[in-house]
């Protein structure tokens, strides 16, 4: 079955522990992104990548890592987290960042309280 | 500054009957939108797309409409079912030759009464 996997699906954490987010995808896609969701913003996209080994901010990247090592994974990265990053994140990806129309394809959401 | 606005944050539709939703944009870069569905805690869904070239496109009992002059598009369903209840996005792409990022509403919430 084609999905995107995100793990965990909840986390409770404290002010500057370091968390990992994982992303991972299983149809070959090269684009994939992070987004978050906060009440009244809808979702908007914190890093992105085109590919392996290339990736750069979106619209909210403060506070945030990403690293595309592999093809199929998109990892996001809190290295110091902070309250105003409770959120609730999604990993997306489709086949391609070139502008070919084809929808992103949402993992089922990560939900993080920073206390 | 909001690109992408989904103004009515909810819709009631009795079953059987077509429930419209609604979407305005104000970057006329936009080359491609999208509706995606919401079920609680789930990810989002794709529901149906559009190109900027086109002005409507038909999948099944959703129809997405596109009025360019008027940066406006809507989904139509036709005919509603209690299924269709969730939280529906609008969404729009601007392809900067670096980056396919999406462009969300805030979303409408659609209640289809049985």
């Known amino acids: 079955e084609a999905q995107v996997t995100q793990n965990p699906r909840y986390l409770i954490t404290v002010t500057g522990k370091k968390l990992t987010v994982t992303c991972s995808q299983n149809?070959?896609?090269?684009?994939m992104s992070w987004y978050r969701q906060d009440p009244g913003l809808g979702l908007r996209q914190i890093y992105y990548s085109m590919n392996v080994e290339v990736t750069d901010k979106g619209d909210v990247p403060e506070g945030y890592k990403v690293s595309r090592k592999e093809k199929r994974n998109f990892p996001l990265i809190l290295e110091s987290p902070s309250p105003n990053q409770t959120s609730l994140y999604f990993c997306?990806?489709?086949?391609?960042?070139?502008?070919?129309?084809?929808?992103?394809?949402f993992g089922d959401g990560t939900r993080l309280s920073i206390l | 500054d909001q690109q992408v606005k989904q103004n009515s944050p909810s819709l009631s539709v009795q079953e059987g009957r077509i429930s419209i939703l609604n979407c305005d944009y104000t970057?006329?870069?936009?080359?491609?939108f999208l509706w995606y569905k919401k079920y609680p805690a789930e990810g989002p869904t794709f529901l149906i797309s559009i190109s900027s070239i086109k002005d409507k496109n038909e999948d099944g009992r959703f129809t997405v409409f596109l009025n360019k002059s008027a940066k406006h598009l809507s989904l139509h369903i036709v005919p509603s079912q209690p299924g269709d209840s969730a939280v529906y996005f609008c969404?729009?792409?601007?392809?900067?030759?670096?980056?396919?990022?999406?462009?969300f509403g805030k979303g409408i919430t659609l209640s289809v009464r049985p």
């Open positions: 969404a729009a792409r601007e392809y900067t030759g670096a980056n396919s990022k999406l462009t």
């Open positions: 997306a990806s489709t086949h391609t960042g070139t502008g070919i129309n084809q929808p992103q394809h």
């Open positions: 149809m070959n896609h090269e684009y």
């Open positions: 970057n006329s870069m936009f080359d491609y």
